[in-house]
């Protein structure tokens, strides 16, 4: 086979192919036997068809396209490997010559990833945010663990900014009630930021046993986008009443006995949380600084392909909060515009990214043991709440296991970068990568840090 790559832009290629027939015998004789399963022939039994009868009955055309069918893309691969090419898309082929017994000749153009060197990027320097632990981290964990154990209370007052209301809600147009928009009993934080426009300013000062209509735009239902007038009944007002920071709470909200051992485990936690952001941030800053040197063009098809997955997800997550359009950006307090902007950038940069670590792995000759497969999915089993041997074999069953390894190999190639790096904090201190890596884990080298590694009391 000869193979010959005609660039037709920094993105894309062409390649024509030339292959001896001989080549094709394997593809040949499965094409005959897949005819003969095919047709009925006088005499013959199913599969037992003659290639010779075959011929003089239907054509030596048939089973010359069905052998170009097998053959072809095994060898579009080959001629892939041979010339060192990094396709990003589906091939268009074209067969342009065909000499029965000879030789055939075929095209492939494809786009690719374009070729750049990806410059020295030992020792770049990058900030992160300092690992040290202050009072108010203390404080601000306190205070979720507070607001976790909270008690509502009720009161004789009108409803303010986070108290909670209990209230009916029914929405009618023109007179006529709504039945899909009602609900009875419902819980609400004054506040909160529904997604029902000029709920919290109706409910500002509102007591037990009042009454409220406002106009606002319906979010869900058949009625999503028309106007309509809420009605509010509030039933109760409750004020949130946090609990004493004593040892008291500390055996309520924990395993200890007294505030000062919760306060000691809580810094530990939030030192821990802070050392595996300090790495996470060391690797992605170095490799945002390694992608401001290099300048790489975008193959079309991959940008294409990147924003409408991105686009379908956003569409699969509005449909399943069952807002509308314009409900779930403004919950989100964005546009869709703004967000399909957002979606070309950072697509942009997704691809980009692939590309230069998918050379630092080849660089590196990175891989990926059986043990590194497993902790994958075992991690993400925990985020995504599903059990280990569920998710291993749902990867395996849609072809998702060759995925999870680029991801695995992409990471190390990030910690790679990371590791090169010349890392100072905040405060212009050095820090040490290795030496965080042995207070997490214990040991010299870490894989890159999970979220679920972070942990809360």
């Given at each position: ?153 009720g009161v004789e007052r009108a409803a303010a900014k986070n108290d909670f209301v209990v209230m009916d809600l029914r929405a009618e147009i023109d ?283």
């Amino acid at each position: 086979m000869k193979t010959a790559v005609e660039e037709l832009s920094p993105t894309r290629v062409k390649l024509t192919v030339e292959v001896p027939f001989e080549e094709l015998r394997p593809s040949l004789d499965a094409a005959y036997k897949k005819v003969a399963q095919q047709v009925r022939v006088p005499g013959f039994r199913p599969g037992k068809v003659p290639a010779r009868i075959i011929e003089q009955r239907f054509g030596r055309a048939v089973v010359l396209e069905e052998t170009l069918n097998d053959a072809v893309p095994k060898l579009y691969g080959q001629a892939v490997d041979e010339v060192d090419l990094f396709p990003v898309s589906q091939p268009d082929i074209e067969v342009t010559k065909i000499e029965d017994g000879e030789q055939i000749e075929f095209t492939a153009e494809v786009d690719i990833r374009p070729n750049f060197d990806v410059p020295d990027y030992a020792g770049a320097e990058v900030t992160v945010d300092s690992a040290e632990v202050s009072d108010e981290d203390i404080d601000g964990q306190l205070d979720g663990l507070r607001q976790r154990f909270a008690t509502l209370t009720g009161v004789e007052r009108a409803a303010a900014k986070n108290d909670f209301v209990v209230m009916d809600l029914r929405a009618e147009i023109d007179g006529q009630n709504i039945e899909e928009q009602q609900a009875n009993e419902v819980s609400y934080e004054v506040g909160a930021g529904s997604v029902l426009q000029g709920l919290d300013d109706a409910l500002e000062g509102m007591s037990a046993g009042e009454e409220k209509t406002f106009r606002t735009e319906l979010v869900g239902g058949e009625n999503a986008g028309d106007e309509a007038d809420v009605v509010i009944s509030v039933k109760s007002v409750k004020e949130k009443v946090l609990p004493e920071l004593d040892d008291e709470f500390a055996q309520l909200a924990s395993e200890f006995d007294t505030l000062d051992e919760l306060k000691n485990s809580i810094r530990e936690t939030a030192r821990r949380n802070k050392l595996v952001d300090v790495v996470v941030q060391a690797r992605e800053n170095a490799l945002d600084a390694l992608l401001e040197k290099i300048e790489i063009p975008i193959p079309d098809s991959a940008l294409k392909a990147e924003v409408d997955a991105r686009r379908h997800n956003l569409d699969h997550q509005i449909a399943e909060s069952g807002l509308s359009r314009d409900a779930f950006f403004r919950l989100y307090q964005t546009t869709e515009e703004e967000r399909f902007a957002e979606f070309d950038a950072s697509s942009v940069k997704a691809i980009k990214t692939g590309f230069v670590l998918d050379k630092i792995v080849k660089a590196e000759e990175l891989g990926v043991s059986e043990q590194e497969l497993t902790n994958f999915v075992v991690r993400r089993a925990m985020q995504m709440g599903v059990q280990p041997n569920q998710l291993a074999q749902h990867l395996a069953d849609n072809d998702q296991l060759t995925l999870a390894m680029v991801e695995i190999v992409r990471d190390k190639a990030k910690s790679v970068i990371g590791d090169a790096a010349k890392v100072v904090d905040s405060e212009g201190n050095e820090v040490d990568l290795k030496a965080i890596y042995t207070e997490i884990n214990g040991e010299e080298v870490v894989e890159e840090p999970a979220e679920d590694e972070k942990t809360e009391d």
